[in-house]
């Protein structure tokens, strides 16, 4: 996976890096992940200050969210919540269209045959 971080009107932390890695990184367990991009920004003249955007490639539709807050820690944690949260329904959907098109999908539940 690629990943682009870009810092708009902010001199960040060097933990910042690290911590926007070990957030985004795991999201690869639910589809393949081909490219990342991430842009916090610092606007003084709004409140919440912080904006996070975050958008990933992934195959089909390619997913964006933003997310403010008063930290650029917290602004790209509720950003990278929103894009677990789309990737997990996507899942979710895949597999229940997969079983819904199955013979007899009445017989069957997510994850597990029943009788």
């Known amino acids: 996976m690629m ?6 009107h902010l001199s960040p932390p060097a933990s910042l890096d ?6 985004l990184l795991p999201l690869g367990e ?4 081909d490219e990342a991009e991430v ?15 975050v958008k990933v490639a992934v195959p089909g539709p390619d997913l964006t969210v933003e997310a403010t807050d ?8 509720r950003a990278v919540a ?13 597999t229940r269209r997969r079983i819904n098109g199955r013979k007899h999908a009445q ?4 994850g597990r045959r029943s009788r």
Do not use: G
């Open 107 to 110: 017989n069957f539940r997510i």
């Open 39 to 53: 842009v916090i920004e610092h606007r003084t003249e709004q409140s919440p200050a912080y904006l996070a955007r």
């Open 82 to 94: 929103e894009i677990d949260r789309k990737l997990r329904d996507r899942k979710a959907q895949r």
């Open 18 to 23: 690290e911590d926007i890695e070990d957030l």
């Open 30 to 33: 639910y589809c393949r992940l």
């Open 3 to 8: 990943l682009s971080i870009r810092y708009r």
């Open 70 to 77: 008063h930290t650029p820690e917290n602004a790209y944690r």
